[in-house]
């Protein structure tokens, strides 16, 4: 892989700047430059409906089951979410039913008050949980977040009392960067996979 051993810096661009969705789509594009020719895309979209602040992840993966897409699997969504309950077995069943499984990690995540509604993609996996202090296992090979509020005191608190109108903003912008940047890699790496 390549960045393997390197520090790739996150990309962070708040949800409303106006060229939010070119910038992610590059970046996303670049991350997935790195999949090997018989890998599969995987979107694993973590959290659960009954937060607010939680529910970005099936939020997206909501959005994105709308495309019915034959370019990559997924899994998480408002109907099936992928939460703490669920996610080893999750895993498991990705590993074992997916050849090679290049994994897009997605989930909401706590911050600084100035990076409140940014959306930061970069190399690596999500660490669900973290803002929460729980210990699950680690998503993904890239990975997009979306800090939904202000982390560092009372959490669960703070998640369940984040603004929906925000998580929905950010969610649509995730879902269709995440669209166009697998949309463009297929096309330029492997048109054989594309339906005709």
């Excluded at 994105?64 to 990559?72: E, Q, T, V």
């Amino acid at each position: 892989m390549r960045f393997a051993g390197m520090k790739e810096t996150p990309l962070k661009v708040p949800h409303t700047e106006p060229n939010v969705t070119s910038l992610l789509t590059n970046r996303l594009t670049y991350l997935l430059g790195v999949m090997s020719p018989d890998s599969r895309i995987v979107v694993v979209c973590v959290g659960t409906d009954r937060s607010t602040g939680d529910s970005l992840g099936p939020i997206v993966g909501s959005s994105l089951s709308k495309y019915r897409s034959p370019l990559f699997d997924l899994y998480g969504t408002l109907e099936e979410p992928v939460h703490a309950m669920n996610l080893d077995d999750t895993l498991r069943e990705i590993d074992s039913r997916i050849r090679n499984p290049f994994v897009i990690g997605i989930d909401a995540c706590l911050g600084q008050a100035a990076s409140v509604g940014c959306i930061q993609v970069g190399s690596g996996p999500v660490r669900p949980g973290a803002g929460v202090n729980k210990e699950l296992p680690p998503v993904g090979d890239i990975h997009i977040t979306g800090i939904v509020n202000v982390g560092g005191f009372m959490e669960y608190f703070v998640l369940q009392n984040t603004r929906l109108h925000l998580v929905m903003k950010m969610s649509d912008v995730i879902a269709q960067c995440v669209y166009l940047s697998i949309a463009k890699t297929v096309r330029s790496t492997y048109p054989a996979a594309l339906p005709d």
